[in-house]
């Protein structure tokens, strides 16, 4: 028998898990539940989630926007250290899922709620990063995990439940893969996808045109930035959120940004996923292409060496750790002088840096050119410069012919 629970707020989507959710806490033990569903981008009307939560049981539905934050606090902190999991993934999902969990937490400790509750599976990442999150800002906190407790371990079972009960889901049995959407990507997995060889549908993709179909005349945009974060599009002065969404819509037309990869999880096993992310794609170039003007030669190197790390971290769910504070700290310090802007030529599902500026440059013409440069550089300086970094190499050398070095 499931110890006795009164009140639960479950992270809620109105998708084919959350909504089976709903009702199996309802049923299982007998508590009331509170639904919250957080608007991150979607893309979609997130009214109907509201009645449809409220017919399958919920006593409460909270919906807030959170796009805003989304982007400025998560996204842009991320790409402001160039993150990429497995020199591929640009974290949509991992990112999102702390700013829903701490929302979530702070609707659990305001209504007084005894546990929350998700619908990530046992096999999967997402779990960590709701858990983890829930336990950093509560250490107390009941954690209800369906996936890790019923016995409806399939998405077919989960389909037979959701009919039995009249609950309508977006999800078929002749389309059985999931989705998942926020303003940086979307994300898809499972069913047909399971199989590594088999190529998505041309029919799946929502944020982006076919690359072969995408306009024949290529398009040059420019992005300006402020210390490491981008504040306009062609010029214009966009608030996160609608910066994010223009530049969506920008490479999507032509499009870039698809993913499809197999990737390690945190919990051991390798899976496979297929990813839309056209507007970060844009993003992450535009801000390589204004850092390579603006940051000192060992800050990047040094900066570039944690990436794999920043990246892992973020991955993993461990968004509210103290190491990671300590890393978000260290690549904001490497980004004052990231102020300038990029120009990218977008051609079909492609993204080329075309150009680049900034007052903060440390690009000197006078001292890189090929053409005479009055004195800026004393080219006779690279002679000894070269010698005494030879030096040991040379020592070796001697060493190894037999000769005595002199």
């Not at 698809?258 to 970060?280: A, C, H, I, Q, W």
Request: charged share 25%.
């Amino acid at each position: 028998m499931a110890a006795k629970v009164n009140k639960v707020v479950l992270a809620y989507s109105g998708g084919l898990d959350t909504s089976v959710i709903l009702k199996w806490l309802v049923e299982t033990y007998q508590c009331e539940v509170i639904a919250f569903a957080a608007d991150i981008g979607q893309g979609e009307e997130l009214s109907p989630v509201r009645e449809k939560a409220m017919k399958t049981g919920a006593s409460k539905v909270y919906i807030d926007d959170l796009t805003e934050e989304f982007v400025s606090d998560f996204v842009f902190p991320a790409f402001r250290a160039n993150a990429l999991y497995e020199g591929q993934y640009l974290l949509g999902t991992s990112l999102a899922r702390p700013l829903i969990a701490k929302r979530q937490m702070e609707i659990a400790a305001a209504e007084g709620a005894d546990a929350v509750s998700h619908g990530a599976t046992g096999k999967g990442n997402d779990q960590v990063r709701f858990e983890l999150t829930y336990l950093t800002m509560d250490p107390n906190i009941r954690i209800i995990a369906p996936w890790r407790e019923w016995d409806l371990l399939s998405r077919t079972r989960l389909m037979e439940f959701a009919e039995k009960h009249g609950i309508p889901v977006p999800v078929s049995k002749d389309k059985p893969y999931s989705m998942d959407r926020n303003l940086l990507h979307i994300s898809y997995e499972g069913g047909v996808l399971e199989d590594p060889w088999t190529a998505p549908d041309e029919s799946m993709f929502v944020l982006t045109t076919d690359p072969a179909k995408a306009p024949d005349r290529a398009e040059e945009i420019t992005v300006d930035f402020e210390q490491g974060d981008p504040v306009a599009v062609n010029g214009e002065k966009l608030s996160p959120a609608a910066l994010l969404a223009r530049l969506n819509e920008l490479g999507g037309r032509h499009g870039i940004g698809r993913v499809d990869l197999v990737e390690n999880r945190f919990v051991g096993m390798k899976s496979r996923g297929v990813y839309e992310t056209p507007g970060g794609t844009l993003l992450r170039a535009a801000h390589m292409a204004v850092e390579s003007l603006t940051m000192d030669r060992e800050v990047m190197h040094l900066r570039d060496g944690l990436i794999p790390r920043y990246a892992e971290l973020v991955y993993y769910g461990f968004w509210y750790s103290p190491e990671m504070r300590v890393l978000q700290k260290t690549m904001d310090e490497t980004q004052h002088n990231v102020t300038g802007t990029a120009r990218l030529l977008l051609y079909k599902g492609s993204c080329r840096v075309t150009g680049r500026k900034s007052k903060q440059s440390l690009y000197r013409m006078d001292i890189a050119t090929f053409e005479e440069d009055e004195g800026a550089y004393r080219q006779k300086d690279a002679e000894g410069f070269i010698r005494l970094n030879a030096l040991r190499l040379r020592i070796g050398a001697m060493l190894a012919g037999g000769k005595t070095p002199s």
